[in-house]
């Protein structure tokens, strides 16, 4: 796994760095994460900004150390899956059968105090109407619509509604943007090629400016060789050649050198999409690429495993050509030498290609990852997995009626998308998320309702402090994401060494008994 993630990501870093001046200078695109980054770090060095670093970094620290010790107190209340406050029956017992409860996460809460209202209300609303309404009425349909002798986890029972669905919402999803963003960037790119002389005079009338000089002369002084990035990814590309499909010999090697063949310009239009709409549209690439490999390679000669490489080849070239854009938006802006950020992109991705495997065996080992039932669910692994399946077998691989279920849902995707760009803006902004709500469709209505207590914080905060909590909130909800994300380290080895407070036998027979005391008394959670 690291070796794959050598050779993929380095490619990803180099295919673009020839076209950076025309990116950042000529084309002066906005790379707006890139630039509220930048405004951020420039803001940082002044006196109000010292300050107000400071009061970020107390309040970081304060609710990094409330989450940690929370992770901590929680794990000697744990001795389950089904037990402990993370599986606590708020609402009940026929709520938490439903995944309806409030699980204590405080990564969840923290992201849901950083994502928009729109977001978590478009969580909440797929929560509610998967779990609330459709998996009920499809489960009372068991027997009729799917045998009733397969087990819950198999992709021809109840498993496939759900997965299959959250494909079809995602897929609507994507395609819409992938068509929109792909349009308007050729829309853009054929405007400055028509009116190029008049983008030049008005580019060098902004450079006028002694800021804008010294930015531009920073960005160029340090001159990356154009020799160097070519050869470079000619090297990589080779060495991908022999060594992917020695790693997984349904990649046939062919597969590759078209792969690479492509990454540049499949780089450049999401880098340049990324620019002016701030949207990274890697994963879309990633899922064409799939589809088509996947079919291409077909279910003889593993087609399945060829689509998932191929579309993790894809997917990492063209994300990190993209990010790599952003940062170097970020080092035109706070007169950050270029040499200086890729050398440091460089020095980033390395450790991440390390770090990154270890983290997920220790996962691995520890928790049960990619459980349906369990805490690690892994949706979006399932997701692809099943991305794969239906490009090598086609719409066999469906359930009873999940298909027409799919056209339903992939037409809501599309139209939601259309009514919330035609709509006026004041209308338009109501509109819920297709890709947000296809998460719970699979994961479950717990970590929606997270985030939505999330977003309630924050709605109150701002209704009492509005400019504490503008201040504050970013810091406050990395704080929480970090400490509740660091406890899983010391929670993971305490996993490895089979350590338990309570063990597992105990705590199903208290949960058991607590469901029995309600069934029996008409009672609820006491």
Not at 148 to 176: H, T
Not at 415 to 440: H, Q
Request: net charge positive; hydrophobic share 50%; charged share 15%.
């Amino acid at each position: 796994m690291t070796a794959f993630l050598f050779i993929v990501s380095f490619v990803g870093l180099l295919a673009l760095v020839p076209l950076r001046k025309i990116m950042i200078i000529d084309y002066k695109l906005s790379y707006p994460s890139g630039t509220a980054t930048a405004v951020l770090i420039n803001g940082f060095h002044t006196p109000q900004g010292d300050n107000m670093a400071k009061k970020q970094v107390h309040g970081f620290a304060k609710f990094f150390s409330m989450s940690f010790l929370w992770g901590f107190f929680q794990w000697f209340y744990s001795g389950g899956d089904n037990c402990g406050f993370s599986q606590f029956p708020t609402f009940g017992i026929q709520a938490w059968r439903q995944t309806f409860f409030f699980d204590f996460s405080m990564t969840y809460v923290g992201a849901g105090m950083i994502c928009s209202y729109l977001v978590n209300l478009s969580l909440m609303l797929g929560a509610v109407l998967s779990w609330g309404v459709m998996w009920p009425l499809i489960s009372d349909l068991k027997g009729h619509w799917y045998p009733e002798d397969l087990k819950p986890s198999s992709m021809r029972s109840l498993q496939g509604y759900k997965v299959f669905i959250s494909i079809a919402l995602i897929l609507g999803d994507g395609l819409y943007n992938f068509i929109k963003i792909l349009s308007y960037t050729a829309y853009s790119m054929h405007t400055r090629m028509r009116h190029r002389k008049n983008i030049k005079t008005a580019v060098e009338q902004q450079n006028r400016s002694l800021d804008d000089l010294q930015r531009n002369e920073i960005f160029l002084k340090d001159n990356i060789p154009i020799w160097l990035a070519y050869s470079g990814y000619a090297a990589f590309s080779i060495v991908s050649i022999i060594a992917i499909p020695y790693m997984f010999p349904e990649v046939r090697w062919y597969y590759v050198v078209i792969a690479y063949f492509l990454a540049p310009a499949l780089g450049f239009c999401n880098a340049y999409g990324a620019g002016l709409t701030d949207m990274n549209m890697a994963y879309n690439y990633g899922k064409v690429s799939l589809f088509i490999l996947a079919a291409w390679a077909g279910k003889d000669s593993g087609g399945i495993i060829a689509g998932l490489v191929g579309c993790g080849l894809i997917k990492s070239v063209v994300s990190i050509s993209a990010d790599l854009m952003q940062d170097f938006k970020s080092g035109h802006l706070t007169l950050t030498s270029s040499r200086s950020m890729l050398l440091s992109q460089a020095a980033g991705t390395a450790m991440g290609c390390v770090v990154a495997p270890v983290t997920f065996f220790l996962f691995y080992k520890a928790f049960d990852v990619g459980n349906p039932d369990g805490e690690f669910k892994a949706p979006y692994a399932l997701i692809y997995r099943n991305m794969a399946i239906l490009g090598v077998e086609g719409f066999s691989a469906l359930p009873r009626h999940c298909l027409q279920l799919c056209y339903g849902f992939f037409g809501f995707a599309v139209g939601a998308n259309l009514m919330r760009d035609l709509s006026p803006p004041k209308y338009g902004r109501w509109v819920p998320l297709p890709m947000a709500m296809a998460v719970p469709f699979l994961v479950g209505a717990n970590f929606a309702i997270d985030m939505c207590v999330g977003s309630l914080v924050v709605f109150v905060w701002h209704r009492l402090e509005s400019k504490k909590a503008t201040l504050m909130v970013p810091a406050v909800a990395s704080g929480l994401i970090c400490g509740d994300g660091l406890w899983i380290l010391p929670s993971s080895i305490l996993a490895l060494a089979k350590a338990e407070v309570m063990s597992p036998d105990e705590c199903g027979s208290i949960q058991l008994l607590f469901q029995s005391d309600e069934i029996s008394t008409g009672a609820g959670p006491r």
